[in-house]
């Protein structure tokens, strides 16, 4: 199995849980635990923010299947049912049915980072989107499912399978969400 993160999710996920951790500290060092609702709850919503919307949202790239693992939802795909990988506005996955599977770990590059050209490249030489090339979180987790999606195909040149696209709620992550709401609200109106 393979697996993909964007780096700057994982930069972003633990400033968050750091930056909550050091706010639920010090809140609490400073006025104690019997008066520590308004930053002791924000820092466990940063904290659950951080670790639900930046650090468990992955690509995994298996033997017969890409799961993508989003903040809430898992969904896998069987390389049987892939009909196409997408990067305009982050890896998208679509189905032999048509419908599209988005992946909140590879999203395509900021307008700035688009304008951006590699050392000794032009633009006849970048050809696509800036989505799709190496180096930025799209291409990169495209290259990743598409590499695992030949290797399938050159061990099933038949491509069949009774697998099925499976959707399933991710119930880490909605715990996680649900804790940020809570310490969010404690942090605000507790």
């Known amino acids: 199995m393979q697996t993909f993160r964007a780096r700057s999710s994982v930069v972003w996920g ?18 104690g635990f019997s008066r520590g609702t308004g930053g002791f709850g924000l820092g466990v919503a940063a904290i659950a923010v951080g670790t639900a919307a930046f650090l468990r949202p992955r690509v995994e790239a298996h033997d017969d299947a890409v799961v993508l693992r989003n903040t809430t939802h898992a969904v896998s795909i069987p390389f049987a049912r892939l009909g196409a990988i ?24 900021g307008a700035a980072a688009s304008m951006r050209r590699p050392a000794g490249e032009d633009d006849a030489s970048l050809g696509g989107r800036p989505s799709d090339r190496p180096g930025t979180a799209s291409g990169d987790a495209a290259a990743m499912v598409h590499d695992a999606w030949e290797d399938w195909r ?10 099925a696209v499976e959707r399933t709620p991710d119930l880490v992550g909605v715990a996680l969400a649900v804790l940020a709401i809570a310490g969010g609200a404690w942090g605000l109106f507790g």
């Open 14 to 31: 633990w400033i968050a849980v750091g930056a909550g951790a050091a706010l639920a500290l010090l809140h609490l060092v400073t006025v």
């Open 154 to 163: 050159a061990g099933h040149p038949d491509g069949e399978s009774d697998a």
């Open 86 to 109: 997408e990067t305009r506005w982050s890896l998208t996955l679509v189905d032999d049915a048509g419908r599209r599977w988005g992946a909140f770990a590879a999203p395509a590059p």
